[in-house]
T-cell receptor
């Protein structure tokens, strides 16, 4: 089955950019997503990218997709303390099934 | 945007009892709903996929007799944890989509189940 990996932890200073990385194994994945989860809460969809795109920008968020290397990244510009959370990448496979990455905990320091 | 609710948000039950969790799509018709389980500091694991009016499809390793899923209407799916045990304590999250080919899944806020 699909395997989606992320680094576990990232610490950045407020105002800096954050880059969260994700790798996946299934090259036939159609949509790839980034979700944010705050403690004790559900998932908030941040953005998604279709597999025929290389980049998508949405305000402070930039998603880069390298299909050849099966690598997805999320860049958060001007990171704020409110961005502290766990970020999951997810990959859409057959029958609308999502496979989630292991999650990256983003810590924003002052 | 599309809203999915879950009820209850938190539940504590005694070992051996059954607990029902509801997942509702509030402003759209959800032909497909998904149930996930999340252990502390871990990722979400898909438990089952349910389509309105048909039996749920369970992922490998998920006991269908223990986790009963009903998707009786286009806006409601329920997950019943039968004869709950402490190891069933977890965060259960549902999601809903408007169609099998839809690429947008909307997630509920989750239900924290604690079995004592």
């Amino acid at each position: 089955g699909e395997d989606v990996e992320q680094s576990l932890f990232l610490s950045v200073r407020e105002g800096d950019s954050s880059v969260i990385n994700c790798t996946y194994t299934d090259s036939s994945s159609t949509y790839l997503y980034w979700y944010k989860q705050e403690p004790g809460a559900g998932l908030q969809l941040l953005t998604y990218i279709f597999s025929n795109m290389d980049m998508k920008q949405d305000q402070r968020l930039t998603v880069l997709l390298n299909k050849k290397d099966k690598h997805l990244s999320l860049r958060i510009a001007d990171t704020q303390t409110g961005d502290s959370a766990i970020y999951f990448c997810a990959v859409l496979g057959t029958a609308s099934k999502l496979t989630f990455g292991t999650g990256t905990r983003l810590q924003v320091t002052l | 945007g599309a809203v999915v609710s879950q009820h209850p948000s938190r539940v504590i039950c005694k070992s051996g009892t059954s607990v029902k969790i509801e997942c509702r799509s509030l402003d759209f018709q959800a032909t497909t709903m998904f149930w996930y389980r999340q252990f502390p500091k871990q990722s979400l694991m898909l438990m089952a996929t349910s389509n309105e009016g048909s039996k749920a499809t369970y992922e490998q390793g998920v006991e269908k007799d223990k986790f009963l899923i009903n998707h009786a209407s286009l806006t409601l799916s329920t997950l019943t944890v039968t004869s709950a045990h402490p190891e069933d304590s977890s965060f259960y999250i549902c999601s809903a989509t408007a169609g099998v080919s839809s690429y947008e899944q909307y997630f509920g806020p989750g239900t924290r189940l604690t079995v004592t």
